[in-house]
Nanobody, 126 residues
Framework: QVLLVESGGGLVPAGGSLRLSCAASVRIFTNYAMGWFRQAPGKEREFVAGISRSGRSTYYADSVKGRFTIYRDSNKKTVYLQMDTIKPEDTAVYYC???????????????????WGQGTQVTVSS
């Protein structure tokens, strides 16, 4: 069983920065591609960023490209989402997700992920 625990959410002013963390309780962290998704009230869950098993490949939603950075630390079995130049429209619950894969691709669709965290709230004040 894979357990994902997010942390780092909170209230942040527009233009500020925040770093989300997702700790994974898995035996071999590098067997999993990881992703961050978000869901705002009344909206569907949307892809934010993804990273391959090795960390060599990443992919971002257009809305966050150039502002957010996803990276992973295999020693800590943790994936991070560094959020810079935050905007009010970034307000949402952010979810970490994991998928067990044997290639080094990045995955962007929620249905491609098998495991999800409980989510962490990010609120941006304007």
């Amino acid at each position: 069983q894979v357990l994902l625990v997010e942390s780092g959410g909170g209230l942040v002013p527009a233009g500020g920065s925040l770093r989300l963390s997702c700790a994974a309780s898995v035996r071999i962290f590098t067997n999993y591609a990881m992703g961050w998704f978000r869901q705002a009230p009344g909206k569907e869950r949307e892809f934010v960023a993804g990273i391959s098993r090795s960390g060599r490949s990443t992919y971002y939603a257009d809305s966050v490209k150039g502002r957010f950075t996803i990276y992973r630390d295999s020693n800590k079995k943790t994936v991070y989402l560094q959020m810079d130049t935050i905007k009010p429209e970034d307000t949402a619950v952010y979810y970490c997700a994991a998928t067990l894969r044997y290639n080094d691709d990045v995955y962007v669709a929620p249905g491609q992920y098998n495991y999800w965290g409980q989510g962490t709230q990010v609120t941006v004040s304007s």
